[in-house]
């Protein structure tokens, strides 16, 4: 309770000194304004929404704005995997090899319906359910195909998000701690489906539905 | 427009012209007109394996047909399926007279066996006239799934035969590279037969009743 108190009483200090032509920051304030506005994506399309997010990067809708116009085509060099598209199965092991091979600190953009669920396609058999059963997802736009717009939320909530991480202490970002994997296991073509269908670590089984059955 | 079937220049395509060359032209070719009813009418036809690919070569060859092009090639699944007849029967009656011969009615179930077919889809693009349209059907669903390859005639056929055989299981003796091309190779299944049952997901599914099926349907069907 202490701590919050000097904090906010720090914070009306800054704005105060602010006020009088005196800037003072924290090293974890400039280090997350550099990270924010300069995330590199992945250039990396499986569908008609990498359509869309070729749009945003374009003159019109100009995600360069944002400091993320870098596509990299390269995962060692990419900050962020947006997956724009519908995911099979028989690509899901590549794009969890793409996320294993990007450096920390890395995130995700689940673009559209098919990345988030699976979408028109979630009955069929040969798409994956949502990526976020393999790999942590930061951010979940729902649309077919989601709007340049959406992207741009979407980038911009992960930009607050990527602000609001800590360096120290408990409540420190996942790529800070050191027992927190950076690469999760690539799943195996099995004879009827992958195997295995899902990562407890990233995807847990979900609790009870709140919606009950009247009898 | 001029009949699909015939082109400007006047040769006719129809299932049973080319029935009619095919007979004459391939000894011992077997080629029945399968009816179509709809209002297209394209009607196709039904080859028999052991001279379908002489049959495919004689169409591409041929000098006023020339199916040159073969633009699709598709799977169809016939599963098993039991037709019941109601039949009329005599049959001798007890009756208060002593026996009797009477008419009663019988419901007889027969089941007709189920198979794959191909279908393939030919073009002319010298003469511009088209579609022909190709059977092919398997002896049965089981291990009779053979069928001949026509990619040998038709080199557009490969990769669609490739995917009749990853998704229906027909497998094409004479194709030069009979592989999966959709699902990978360690998969088992046949996803396109009408009895695929796609694997389940130990996953706990939001149940609020709405779905069809869900158990407050269920138990609604049951009161």
Known sequence: MGSEVMEQELKDLKVELSKHGIFTTTLEEVY???????????????????????ATSMARYDIARFGAEVFRPSPRQADLMIVAGTVT?????????????MPEPK??????ACAISGGPFRDGYNVLKGIDRYIPVDVHIPGCPPRPEALLHAFIT???????????????????KAETPSEY??????????????????????????????P | MSSPSIDPVGVDVSAEAIRAA???????????VVENGSPSAQHSLLLDHEHAVEAATFLRDHAEFRLDFCSNVTGVDWPDKEVTEKVKVTK????????????????????????????????????????????????????????????????SAEFQEREAFDLFGIVFDGHPDLRRILMWEDFTDHPMRKDYVPPEEDEPVMDDGCAPGSSAEQGAAGQ
């Open chain 2, 22 to 32: 095919l007979v004459k032209g391939v000894p011992g070719c077997e080629a029945t």
């Open chain 1, 32 to 54: 997350n304004w550099g990270r924010k506005n300069s995330v590199w994506p992945l250039t990396f399309g499986l569908a008609c929404c990498a359509i869309e997010m070729i």
């Open chain 2, 92 to 155: 001798v009656v007890d009756g208060p007279d002593g026996p009797k011969e009477q008419q009663v009615e019988e419901t007889r179930k027969t089941l007709i066996p189920g198979y794959l077919e191909t279908v393939y889809h030919l073009f002319s693009m010298e003469k511009k006239h088209g579609p022909v349209i190709l059977r092919l059907r398997t002896a049965n669903r089981g291990e009779g799934n053979h069928l001949p390859s026509l990619t040998p005639v038709w080199r």
């Open chain 1, 185 to 214: 296991p690539v799943p195996d073509f099995g004879s009827h489906d992958l195997e295995p269908t899902h990562n407890d670590e990233v995807f847990p089984p979900r609790p009870e539905s709140p919606f009950k059955v009247l």
């Open chain 1, 158 to 176: 992960l930009q607050k998000k990527i602000d609001a991480q800590q360096l120290r202490g408990a409540g420190r970002a996942r790529h800070l």
């Open chain 1, 89 to 101: 199965k028989k690509m899901a092991p590549q794009v969890v090899r793409l996320y294993n091979q």
């Open chain 1, 107 to 112: 995130y995700v953009i689940a673009m559209g």
